[in-house]
């Protein structure tokens, strides 16, 4: 299959997310990763944003989640049918939020473990830890550490680094600021840039902290309640009015309220169908 520079390398289209057979997590969820972009997907706790990308890597199952309806198509093919390790194997990598590390083994050994995601690729590339070290000198002076004894942020590069190990298409970021020092922050996401715009490689990143997050991101995503409730360029929404008054804290004071109390979401009457 031919690919076009300015396809999209995943495409989620309406689909609605059940947990436990009850529980509607996800209603109507639509969204795209334009090829070698950063997209942004944003919103407060509970809106469903670690649900959007459990759905497209495939681990719903895991914790009692189903795929209701709707279709989610990474390179232009459905994943319906796909295991997370064949998605892996596939070109898509997800890095959980919680800095999902195996602490038992050294940061070399963490590497290594995640060479598996090439086993069974065609043309698989062979594993190129320069890549990673390039990319997080600090974690080349700890390869012969436990991975147990990094720092919060030491952990949350070797992540990201297990990730390009296996040189995917898509990384999907959950909360990579989570926990961490203004500075660090600010390290992780400078990274995060380069990665993309070095190495082409697209990414759907999921943050709370959206003023850094639109920062580095070609468009975004703000969620409520399971649904998109806007979307747009990352200068757009970083400037709209809406936008940084209920989301990016530079409106006037008062309680917080919900993006529908806002007269401009009112005026926007495809978010509320």
């Given at each position: 299959?031919?690919?076009?520079?300015?396809?999209?390398?995943?495409?989620?289209?309406?689909?609605?997310?059940?947990y436990n057979k009850v529980v509607q997590a996800l209603r109507g969820l639509s969204l795209a990763v334009p090829r070698g972009q950063i997209v942004a997907l944003l919103?407060?706790?509970?809106?469903?944003?670690?649900?959007?990308?459990?759905?497209?890597?495939?681990?719903?199952?895991?914790?009692?989640?189903?795929?209701?309806?709707?279709?989610?198509?990474?390179?232009?093919?459905?994943?319906?049918?796909?295991?997370?390790?064949?998605?892996?194997?596939?070109?898509?990598?997800?890095?959980?939020?919680?800095?999902?590390?195996?602490?038992?083994?050294?940061?070399?050994?963490?590497?290594?473990?995640?060479?598996?995601?090439?086993?069974?690729?065609?043309?698989?590339?062979?594993?190129?830890?320069?890549?990673?070290?390039?990319?997080?000198?600090?974690?080349?002076?700890?390869?012969?550490?436990?991975?147990?004894?990094?720092?919060?942020?030491?952990?949350?590069?070797?992540?990201?680094?297990?990730?390009?190990?296996?040189?995917?298409?898509?990384?999907?970021?959950?909360?990579?600021?989570?926990?961490?020092?203004?500075?660090?922050?600010?390290?992780?996401?400078?990274?995060?840039?380069?990665?993309?715009?070095?190495?082409?490689?697209?990414?759907?990143?999921?943050?709370?902290?959206?003023?850094?997050?639109?920062?580095?991101?070609h468009s975004g995503y703000i969620m409520e309640n399971g649904k998109i409730v806007i979307d747009g360029t990352a200068e757009r929404l970083a400037n709209d009015p809406?936008?940084?008054?209920?989301?990016?804290?530079?409106?006037?004071g008062g309680e917080a309220k919900s993006f529908k109390d806002i007269k401009h979401y009112k005026r926007r009457k495809r978010w509320l169908s």
């Open positions: 299959m031919t690919q076009k520079a300015t396809d999209h390398v995943l495409e989620v289209n309406n689909i609605e997310v059940i919103g407060s706790n509970g809106a469903g944003k670690s649900t959007t990308l459990k759905a497209v890597s495939g681990l719903l199952a895991l914790e009692d989640g189903q795929l209701e309806s709707g279709s989610i198509l990474f390179n232009g093919q459905s994943t319906a049918a796909l295991a997370p390790q064949q998605l892996v194997r596939s070109g898509l990598s997800h890095v959980m939020e919680g800095r999902r590390v195996f602490e038992d083994l050294t940061v070399e050994e963490n590497l290594v473990a995640a060479t598996y995601a090439l086993t069974g690729r065609k043309e698989a590339p062979k594993p190129d830890f320069d890549i990673v070290y390039s990319y997080f000198p600090r974690l080349h002076e700890r390869r012969k550490g436990l991975a147990g004894y990094l720092s919060g942020g030491e952990q949350q590069m070797l992540a990201i680094g297990r990730a390009l190990i296996a040189q995917p298409q898509l990384i999907l970021l959950d909360e990579p600021s989570l926990g961490l020092s203004p500075k660090l922050v600010e390290d992780i996401f400078t990274i995060i840039a380069r990665i993309n715009a070095e190495r082409g490689t697209s990414m759907l990143l999921v943050e709370q902290n959206a003023t850094v997050a639109l920062a580095v991101a809406d936008v940084r008054e209920f989301y990016l804290g530079m409106g006037g």
